[in-house]
C-alpha cells in the first residue's frame, strides 16, 4: 500500500494556542461585552479565525449549534466548541495545496521567482522585495530556481509551526 506520509485522520488535536486564540477571537468580537456573539459578530470571529466569510447556511448553522436557551446569541463556551470543532476537522495539507495552487498562476506545479514575488505583492504589497527573495531562496531548498509542493508544504508547516507556539 502506497501512503503519502500524511495522516488522513479525520480530526486532528488543537493546541492551547489555538485554544487562546479561540477566546480571543471571542473577546475581541463581543466589542459590547455582552457575554455573547451576535449573528455579525460570529461571522467576523468566522473570518477572523480561517480568513473566509461564513456562508448564511453556515452561519444559521453555528447560531442554532452555539445558542443556549434564552440568550440572544452565542456565548463562549458554546463558541468555543464550535470552532474547536471547526478547527480540528480542517486539513492543513488541502490549505497549503490551496496556498500553493493560488501561487501557481501558470499551473506548472512549481513556482518560479516571479510567481512569487507576484503573489506577495498582492498579499503583502509593502513587504520589500529583498524579503520576498530571501523568502524564494529559504525555500527553494535545491537551489534550481523553483519551489516543488513539497518545498512550498515545508516552509508553510514551518510557519504554522512556528506560529501556534509563539503566540
Known sequence: MLT???SFRNERQINDA????IELVFHQCDVDKKGYMSREDLKIAVVMLFGYKPS???????????????????????????????????????????????????????????????AF????????????LEA??????????HISFKDFENIISYGLANTCTST
Not at 489555538?18 to 486564540?21: A, H, L
Not at 505583492?121 to 520576498?132: N, Y
Not at 524564494?136 to 530556481?145: E, K, T, W, Y
Open 136 to 145: 524564494f531562496r529559504h525555500a527553494d531548498q535545491d537551489s534550481d530556481g
Open 4 to 6: 503519502t506520509g500524511r
Open 18 to 21: 489555538e485554544r487562546k486564540k
Open 56 to 118: 448564511k447556511s453556515e452561519t444559521n448553522i453555528l447560531m442554532e449549534n452555539g445558542t443556549i436557551r434564552d440568550c440572544k446569541g452565542v456565548p463562549l463556551e458554546p463558541f468555543a466548541t464550535l470552532m474547536r470543532r471547526k478547527m480540528s476537522a480542517e486539513d492543513p495539507y488541502e490549505k497549503a495545496r490551496q496556498i500553493f495552487s493560488a501561487f501557481d498562476v501558470h499551473c506548472r506545479g512549481f513556482l518560479k521567482l516571479d510567481d512569487f514575488k507576484s
Open 121 to 132: 505583492k498582492r498579499v503583502a504589497p509593502r513587504l520589500q522585495e529583498r524579503t520576498v
